[in-house]
């Protein structure tokens, strides 16, 4: 069994789009329309065939409240593999990227947690 797709909730498709590829640098898999809102997904360009995050509209009442109990709490909805933590902060915030997190190492796991300007915290992590 495996992953094949995962999603966010997004406040805006298009501004989240540009974030999650212009600042991240994920690439578009699916651009679907479906009436007001788009089929949207976006794999890392390691690893087109790969799993796809959806960026799902958070127009659903329940996912109001899920989101902000998690980022009132500073719990991450998602988390992205990086090759070096540090360096990616140092990346993301020249970008103008806000960290909620900066890179913290537990043993053998550095992380650091990001807001995605859709209103979701996200963390980058690595394993050593």
Known sequence: M???RTSVFVDDQEKALRFYTDVLGFVKKHDVPLGDDRWLTVVSPEAPDG???LLEPAGHPVVKAYREGLAKDGIP???FVVDDVPAEFDRL???GVVFTQQPLEMGAVTTAVLDDTCGNLIQILHSK
């Open 2 to 4: 495996k992953i094949h």
């Open 51 to 53: 799993t796809e995050l």
């Open 77 to 79: 909805l998602a988390a």
């Open 93 to 95: 915030r020249a970008l």
